[in-house]
């Protein structure tokens, strides 16, 4: 009597759809834990990027198995939609954005504006795309001053891609156009010093020139434009306070962009005050003589 209960609860269809899917996710489970384990330790292994690849198999395999469960319960899921009919306009409403999401999510895939990797700017936030599903974006957020990680977690949800500007900074990992402008008194002639941070700087660029230039053809090549000059460059002008104003140019490896800030900085400095000495010291000579005469 049990057995032939037994029998007829599990010719029950909707109790045998539970089982299989039930099966199914936890087989896809199991398989997409091999699979990443597998990935991680031949990408460690051959010293490749591997996170492409689990972020891509991971996908894949969460696609599949939400295909195989809505072909599974179509006929309950196509009564439970009419039974909703009347109520679509106020899901919809309500599930706007989780849609916008799932849309933005296949622009990602179909237009690639970026890989799992690259460094991109949305809106506000910067950082190198670590991860990527059917709803957002995990990013870990980059300063861009000193081209180094935070230590924070970013996440951009998928319709964000649609509505705002995505900028692919993937370029700047390498090498970029270090700006930055030193400030001073006008009391002295700063040519002479100028004259010799150049020497410096085109020093310091030699180091990596040929290098530099290699990667400047690349960029050149896949954006089918002239890149900038990548030889350094200074400019002097003035603020709104009357300070005198040097402004430097130089296209650096990201690694070095503060070293050879603050070695130039350093060296202006350095220069700056032994030629305001110097002159001090003519005028108080020059003071005495008159005092004498």
Known sequence: MLVDQLIVYLENTNL??????VSLIILVGVINSILKR???DRGKKLNKNYRSQVNTSNNSLNIS???????????????????LAAFMFAIVFATKEFIQCFIGYFYYLSARPFRIGDWIQVQDGV???????WTKITMLEVDL????YTGKHLFVPNNQLLLKTVKNLNFLRRYSMNH????????????PIIDKLEISAQEYFEDFADVAER????????MDIDFISIEPSFHVHTNQFAKICIT?????PVELNLKIQQAITKEFFCLWHQSVGQKGNVAAIEEINVLTD
């Open 16 to 21: 045998q759809k539970t089982i299989i899917s």
């Open 65 to 83: 198995l939400v295909f195989f469960i809505l072909v599974l319960w179509s006929s309950e899921i196509q009564q439970f939609a009419l039974s």
């Open 145 to 148: 001053q000193s081209n180094s």
């Open 38 to 40: 597998v990935l991680v």
């Open 127 to 133: 950082g190198e795309v670590i991860g990527s599903d």
């Open 248 to 252: 430097i140019d130089l296209f650096c």
């Open 180 to 191: 930055f402008t030193i400030t001073c008194e006008p009391l002295i002639d700063i040519n």
């Open 215 to 222: 990667y400047k053809k690349f960029i050149e090549k896949r």
